[in-house]
């Protein structure tokens, strides 16, 4: 019997995971049934599924856009039987989707539905079971699985028990055997397109670019296969975040001309059909789909021992399986393989047999097929038998939210991931909250996502103070928080305890130098917790009782620290012949970086084998100075012996194989990466400020020398590097104080010993995360953003634009200060409001006032970020000095074009003259300006995307892309201008009526932005207030039909593509 199914998916990037879902879309059609994709509407899946015809939904990801009505009546009008959720975490998909079922079922007699949940891992840390559906309603009938290994973690970790044993069930992807199958690729040709020579060894591997992938390992193994295989190739293919630190691995290792990043192939097969050897080194995993397509082409398989994967590789018998973070054993598999072209023939035919037996598609889509449709047919025969297994839940809580000011490279950002490692997360759970955004990488929390730490960035959009602290009160009580750490600047964290009773929530204040102390009274603080011993002594200071005032060291985790591996690792980041003064740090002022690059220049000279390695991000606040260190190390030093790396997570494993660490920085706590060097047991050499003189023993344990002395820091550096024997027994005296003082096995305790005591009074929770949900369907009640048109004019002639015919047609004219002043006086009263934008479907520089009126509204309206967009072209240096005076929180400037050519044929604008505008904004402005670069995609600029991207960020510009659209039917040419896919009926629900409004120069309230012919106005700010408009009869008829999918009942939304694309 047909089903209508609906896979539903909440991840923006495009894996294995997705693949299968649009897979089982096309298959389940072809059989008979409807199918349809919900998705995010800016994610990949999205685009890929309007590429194929694939019916869909797409919703927004960010607040106050809604989800759960609109999601609703798509469900309703696809009566839909099944929904299958195929990603777990980002909320409780079980217990809002299983709500919306149950609303579904409850108008629904005789066709009720079922929810089915589906994870490609074992369980992760950090979520409880409520996320996989146990405790769940009779409406969600099974998790699947995707191997018996991850089944049998679910079965551990929630005690057992045959009730689990059927609620869990394993459900393979399978693979394609139509497509994918050796015959029907041309392999030479393939190679010749990557540029493979015919005698040369290709090794690929298909998988995201992601640190559980572990490519990472399979790169440290290639210097040592190429050492003994010299025409060995890597092609990887796939995409993700992590890959630019893993082509800076490959640039360390020398290996660019050996590694390709071929980025993500919409079509593995013939990359697949060119190669010898596939390797799949992951960290952990499920059953990946990309094994088991190699295995179908007859590739041998090297694979790491994780997951699912001993399930259908068998070592020896079809591909050989090594440890996962093994890189002698990788090495050692991989070149067996090389040398043995029986073996790789012999793996690859049998693995190609046992896929055929146990991973064909097909059988697994009318396995899939059955069990969906016997378990729909239970539901509806056993009046709703409960099936989900109650929640196991063994211990009681104290959750912790360490609130950070920013998240960047630094100490307490490296605490807390270390912490979440050894922390006893069922007593503590743990979760981090950022106030503020910066333009700087952080290495510590990639790893703290990878440990499924939650991070809550939502106080990067809201711009004012008391606004963040609201939130951050709010995000506490709801997540039953009990213990609030606050690092950096903790008078956020003071203005969040205010909105607490004591009984809620402590507050730990953790310092890391002695400025950061007294910044708030302490009549909050439960704790004060300090890394060096002169913290803690000033922080006793300010307590009636000092025992409140704890020091607790920078700790370390010492597993991470592999010394065994050293001689490999030098090999690998091909330091053999080499002396390595390391550094490990921001580029900010305070950490030296100037005189470890003087002391190179004397150094360098007299020792040819010297090589200096600087580790470590720009500061988003001074990137002025990391630029004038590139410039003087290009300028002053020889090429290739004094390198920035940027920031990386294998800091590790390059102390392992470095030989000197140096850390000539002031204006220290206790540095964490002294403690990190000792783990490697490097010798160190460090400006005696801050904790420095403890950690290395007043001399004993390394070498402390006056701040700023040169002469000084060079002798000291030059005697390690001539005394190599006194240098490793420094070094060595310093692991064994790292080991003793610093480790996380003696310092993790010590917080969890704070934690108890902190947590003496409230009242526990019952072990479980927060369950992470979407926000209830209530409207604002006056809107997060508004967009005023303070004038009708633009200079540019842009051809996506409708400006030049539009405005033919209709009244010109500029907004009287009355009205403006009227429109911010109410603004003021209204706490929700985050952004005032003075421009709307204009040029707001055409506007003489602009800038004054800037200011008036940051006056006025101090809580709310105020923000323009430019095209720049009017922007001259004059004007730019009294705008980074007028309190303005960010800019964005439109510029469409990577070239001049194309550039001023898109926008009919000088180049030069508005880049020139540019670069002096960039020049002089503060570092509370924030500047951004935005453009349209357009075929003219089809080419020229990535590059412009490239331009701008590489600057320390934001840089995004937004698709064309047609404007509600004002864009003419729109057919011409766009290549994008455009879906014949809308595919998500209008996210603008319901955080933004808009206001035209005379007071009328528009519906959106993409009213050029101002055909809905929905009231007149002269007549009423902001609020009354935004709550009236209109909008909200407006909104509901929106949310209902009725928009083709709507003139203006009808004809309109951004519903559509």
């Known amino acids: 019997m047909p089903m209508n199914v609906v896979f539903f998916n909440d991840i923006q990037i495009i894996g294995g995971g997705e693949v299968w879902v649009l897979r089982m879309a096309g298959a389940l059609s072809a059989r008979g049934h409807q199918v349809s994709i919900v998705c995010p509407y800016r994610s990949q899946l999205f685009r890929a599924g309007l590429e194929a015809g694939v019916d869909l939904y797409g919703f927004a990801d960010g607040p106050n856009q ?77 998790l699947h699985v995707v191997s018996a290994e991850n089944q049998k973690r679910f079965l551990q970790w929630q005690g057992g028990g045959e009730d689990v044993a059927r609620f869990v069930t394993v459900m393979r992807e399978g693979v394609d055997l139509s497509r994918f199958r050796r015959d029907g690729f041309e392999r030479h040709q393939t190679r ?38 010299p025409h060995t190739r890597f092609i990887l293919a796939g995409a993700g975040g992590y890959q630019p630190r893993l082509e800076d691995l490959c640039e360390q290792l020398k290996l660019q001309d050996h590694v390709t990043f071929a980025g993500h192939l919409p079509d593995v097969r013939p990359l697949l059909a060119a190669s010898d050897i596939f390797c799949h080194p992951s960290l952990e995993d499920g059953l990946p789909n990309s094994v088991g397509e190699a295995m179908a082409m007859a590739l041998p398989v090297v694979a790491s021992r994780v997951g699912g994967i001993p399930e259908i590789i068998t070592h020896e018998h079809n591909g050989l399986l090594v440890a ?80 950070m ?268 990466v002294i403690n990190e060097a000792g783990a490697a047991a490097l010798p160190v050499i460090a400006f005696d400020d801050g904790a ?93 953003e508004i967009q005023i048109e303070t004038n009708t004019i633009c200079n540019a002639t842009c051809i996506m634009c409708p400006y030049q015919q539009v405005s033919k047609d209709l009244p010109k004219g500029r907004m009287d200060l009355s009205l403006y002043e009227k429109i911010l006086t109410e603004c003021a009263r209204e706490t929700t409001l985050r952004r005032i934008e003075p421009f709307l479907n204009n040029e707001p520089f055409t506007d003489p006032r602009i800038i004054d009126w800037i200011r008036l509204a940051k006056q006025k309206v101090p809580q709310a970020a105020v923000t323009i967009t430019t095209n720049g072209s009017l922007l001259k240096p004059k004007d730019t000095d009294r705008l980074i005076h007028s309190g303005l929180d960010a800019i964005w400037f439109s510029f469409n074009g990577a070239t001049k050519e194309t550039y001023e044929k898109i926008m009919g604008l000088s180049f030069d003259t508005v880049k020139h505008n540019i670069d002096y904004l960039l020049s002089v402005k503060p570092n509370t300006l924030r500047v951004f670069t935005n453009m349209i995609d357009t075929v003219p600029m089809q080419g020229e995307v990535a590059d412009n991207i490239r331009y701008w960020e590489s600057r320390g510009v934001g840089s995004g892309v937004s698709p064309l659209v047609n404007r509600a039917g004002n864009v003419s040419n729109f057919e011409r201008l766009n290549y994008q896919p455009i879906s014949e009926r809308p595919v998500r629900t209008c996210d603008l009526v319901f955080h933004k409004m808009y206001v035209g120069y005379n007071g009328d309230v528009l519906l959106c932005c993409m009213d050029w012919r101002r055909r809905v106005v929905l009231g007149n700010v002269r007549l009423q207030s902001l609020r009354e408009i935004w709550n009236g009869t209109l909008y909200r008829r407006y909104r509901r039909f929106l949310e209902q999918g009725r928009s083709r009942e709507l003139e203006l939304c009808s004809v309109c593509t951004y519903i559509r694309s």
Not at 351 to 360: F, P, Q, T
Request: net charge neutral; proline share 7%.
């Open 66 to 142: 809604p989800f759960h009505e609109p999601l609703y009546h798509f469900l309703q009008d696809r009566k839909v039987d099944v929904v299958y959720c195929t990603v777990l975490g980002r909320f409780c998909e079980a217990q809002a989707l299983g709500r919306l079922v149950r609303r579904l079922n409850a108008n629904r007699a005789d066709s009720t539905a079922i929810l089915i949940l589906k994870t490609g891992l074992p369980p992760m840390r950090g979520l409880s079971a409520d996320y996989y559906g146990f405790g769940a309603p009779p409406e969600v009938r099974r």
């Open 192 to 229: 010749a397109e990557w540029q493979v020579e015919p005698d040369q060894l290709l090794i690929a591997n298909t998988s995201r670019i992601q640190p559980a992938k572990g490519q990472e390992y399979l790169i440290l193994a290639a210097p040592q296969v190429i050492r003994q295989r």
């Open 324 to 403: 996962p973070r093994n890189v002698e054993e990788l090495t050692a598999a991989l070149v067996r393989m090389a040398d043995d072209p029986g073996l790789r023939a012999r793996l690859g035919a049998q693995a190609a047999k046992d896929v055929h037996r146990h991973l064909d598609f097909e059988n697994q889509v009318i396995r899939w097929e059955a069990a969906v449709a016997e378990e729909l047919a239970q539901f509806r025969k056993q009046d709703h038998e409960v099936v989900a297994p109650s929640v196991y839940r063994p211990e009681i809580a104290y959750p912790v939210l360490f609130l």
């Open 405 to 672: 000011t920013h998240l960047r490279t630094g100490g307490e950002e490296s605490e807390v991931a270390v912490l979440a490692r050894h922390l006893n997360r069922n007593r503590f759970p743990l979760a981090v909250a950022s106030a503020w955004a910066i333009n700087e990488p952080s290495p510590a929390v990639d790893t703290l996502r990878r440990l499924e730490v939650p991070v809550d960035t939502a106080c990067h959009h809201i711009p004012a103070e008391p606004e963040k602290a609201g939130y951050l009160a709010g995000k506490i009580r709801q997540e039953k928080i009990r213990l609030l750490v606050a690092c950096q600047n903790t008078q956020l964290a003071y203005e969040v305890m205010g909105r607490l009773r004591p009984d809620e929530c402590v507050l730990i204040e953790h310092a890391g130098i002695v400025g950061e102390v007294g910044q708030i009274p302490k009549d909050r603080t439960a704790i004060h917790i300090g890394v060096s011993p002169a913290i803690t002594r000033e922080a006793a200071r300010l307590f009636t009782d000092p025992t409140k005032a704890h020091f607790l060291p920078s700790m370390v985790d010492t597993e991470l620290f592999d010394l065994a591996s050293r001689g490999r690792l030098r090999s690998a980041f091909g330091f053999n012949g080499k002396r390595v003064v390391l550094f490990v740090g921001r580029m900010d002022v305070k950490k030296g970086i100037h005189h470890l690059l003087d002391a190179a220049k004397e150094l360098l000279p007299e020792f040819p084998d010297l090589l200096f390695l600087v580790v470590g991000p720009h500061d988003g606040y001074q990137i002025d100075y990391a630029q004038n260190l590139l410039d003087r190390a290009q300028r002053e030093l020889p090429e290739g012996r004094f390198l920035f790396t940027g920031s990386r997570n294998d800091v590790p494993l390059l102390m392992c194989a470095a030989d000197i660490f140096a850390l000539p920085s002031v204006g220290e706590g206790m540095s964490h």
């Open 692 to 784: 420095a003189g403890e950690q290395l023993a007043g001399g004993a344990a390394g070498i402390l020398v006056t701040p700023g002395d040169l002469p000084e820091f060079v002798r000291g550096l030059r005697f390690l590097i001539t005394d190599p024997q006194t240098a490793a027994c420094l070094g060595k005296a310093l692991q064994e104080r790292v080991h003793q003082l610093y480790s996380a096995k003696v310092v993790g305790p010590q917080w969890e010993t704070i934690f108890q005591k902190a947590g003496r009074g409230l009242t526990p929770v019952a072990h479980t995360p927060a369950l992470r949900s979407r926000p209830d369907e209530t409207f604002l009640a006056f809107p997060a």
